[in-house]
């Protein structure tokens, strides 16, 4: 990575703004893109005689749900090209999350007959799956919002920017030194 220079940097609205555009994004594709992919699965299961796999095996619904969300999730990261770590631990902790709710259901937390069909189920992960997300994502707010600083002047204007952080800009091709995202080629006009 390249260094980080004061040019590299936002100011706090700006990065909260960021953060919280990134946090509405990441949580509207993975629970649409989820949704969809689950009423696909939640079908099919019902063409191939199993047409209410939420009241009949509320746990494995809940695993089918989980599993959608987070290769959802990943498929969107890695298309942003976000890095690889950033990527797990986004699609991980979904995963980690979706167990919970598993375990929860086991010890009776959550009350089986209360969501006896899958778009029931999906209704009720996807909050705290989204919560879990923004958690994630505070912890990594210089990735999702921008390093805060006092926002100069660009000093090393240059060609390649990060799609994340329009504020990087480099000579050369190399990773963003503010999330390690692949710099870009800007588009001169």
Same mark, same amino acid.
């Given at each position: 990575?390249?260094?980080?220079?004061?040019?590299?940097?936002?100011?706090?609205?700006?990065?909260?703004?960021?953060?919280?555009?990134?946090?509405?994004?990441?949580?509207?594709?993975?629970?649409?893109?989820?949704?969809?992919?689950?009423?696909?699965?939640?079908?099919?299961?019902?063409?191939?005689?199993?047409?209410?796999?939420?009241?009949?095996?509320?746990?494995?619904?809940?695993?089918? %749900?989980?599993?959608?969300?987070? /290769?959802?999730? +990943? !498929?969107?990261?890695?298309?942003?090209? &976000? $890095?690889?770590?950033?990527?797990?631990?986004?699609?991980?902790?979904?995963?980690?999350?979706?167990?919970?709710?598993?375990?929860?259901?086991?010890?009776?937390?959550?009350?089986?007959?209360?969501?006896?069909?899958?778009?029931?189920?999906?209704?009720?992960?996807?909050?705290?799956?989204?919560?879990?997300?923004?958690?994630?994502?505070?912890?990594?707010?210089?990735?999702?919002?921008?390093? %805060?600083?006092?926002?100069?002047? /660009?000093?090393? +204007? !240059?060609?390649?920017?990060?799609?994340? &952080? $329009?504020?990087?800009?480099?000579?050369?091709?190399?990773?963003?030194?503010?999330?390690?995202?692949?710099?870009?080629?800007?588009?001169?006009?």
């Amino acid at each position: 990575m390249s260094t980080l220079t004061t040019a590299d940097t936002v100011r706090v609205p700006t990065a909260i703004g960021r953060f919280g555009l990134h946090f509405i994004e990441m949580c509207v594709v993975m629970c649409m893109g989820g949704a969809l992919l689950d009423a696909a699965i939640f079908s099919g299961l019902a063409l191939l005689g199993y047409p209410n796999v939420a009241a009949d095996a509320p746990a494995l619904a809940i695993f089918i %749900i989980t599993f959608d969300f987070v /290769a959802v999730m +990943a !498929g969107y990261m890695a298309l942003r090209r &976000h $890095p690889m770590q950033h990527n797990l631990e986004m699609s991980g902790s979904t995963a980690i999350g979706g167990i919970l709710l598993m375990v929860a259901l086991w010890l009776g937390w959550i009350p089986a007959t209360a969501y006896i069909a899958w778009y029931k189920l999906f209704a009720f992960a996807c909050t705290p799956l989204c919560v879990l997300m923004f958690v994630v994502m505070l912890a990594r707010f210089d990735h999702y919002g921008g390093r %805060i600083g006092s926002a100069a002047a /660009a000093t090393s +204007a !240059g060609p390649y920017t990060c799609s994340m &952080h $329009p504020e990087v800009r480099r000579a050369r091709p190399g990773a963003c030194p503010v999330c390690g995202m692949t710099l870009v080629r800007r588009d001169e006009t």
